[in-house]
């Protein structure tokens, strides 16, 4: 995929985004709220924070216990890991399901934005394998894609926080920033 439609497809999938999330009957943003929502704030696009990485599956597949932001406590399978490198450092993101039969990797992560730019309990990645694998067999690892869970958008939504094996000590300046209207209750987990 070209630069140009790579940045073209991103900015497309943000203006449907916003417009879910003005409209939608589903929308994470509060009914009163919506009058004056504009758009989710994004970082411009940036190439340099998408990879297309080998998962290192995990032979020894453990069963993570996380909480949500409601208490509860949910298990996800620590199923694979990315290895990428970012201002001369390697860092490792483990990559989660909540089942062994899903096709779909959840990448959550936080780092050194969070609580500044981006939202305090991090951010969510969410790999599809007909979308994101790559027909060698890597992942596509797409920052530009990083967005917030719905608890950052309203207290009605329960969201796993960020297990410390996925707090990046780096900024990310990659994907959706802080909600624009800032009235909602924040969480931080650390």
Not at 104 to 122: I, M, R, S, W
Not at 149 to 163: L, Q
Request: charged content about 30%.
């Amino acid at each position: 995929m070209t630069l140009y439609k790579w940045k073209a497809n991103l900015e497309r999938e943000r203006k449907e985004k916003d417009k879910f999330f003005a409209t939608d009957w589903q929308s994470p943003i509060p009914l009163e709220e919506r009058a004056k929502f504009k758009g989710l704030a994004y970082y411009l696009p940036d190439p340099n924070y998408r990879f297309e990485l080998e998962l290192h599956e995990h032979k020894n597949k453990k069963i993570l216990q996380i909480q949500d932001t409601t208490g509860n406590v949910r298990n996800f399978i620590r199923w694979g890991e990315f290895r990428f490198r970012l201002s001369a450092k390697e860092y490792t993101l483990q990559a989660y399901k909540s089942d062994t039969q899903e096709k779909q990797l959840f990448v959550p992560f936080k780092d050194t934005t969070n609580n500044k730019e981006t939202y305090g309990a991090g951010r969510y990645l969410d790999l599809d394998f007909n979308r994101d694998c790559t027909a060698n067999g890597n992942w596509i690892l797409d920052f530009n894609k990083a967005y917030n869970p719905w608890c950052a958008y309203s207290i009605k939504y329960a969201c796993p926080f960020v297990a410390p094996e996925n707090w990046l000590k780096v900024p990310i300046f990659a994907g959706e920033k802080n909600y624009p209207l800032k009235n909602v209750g924040r969480v931080n987990n650390g």
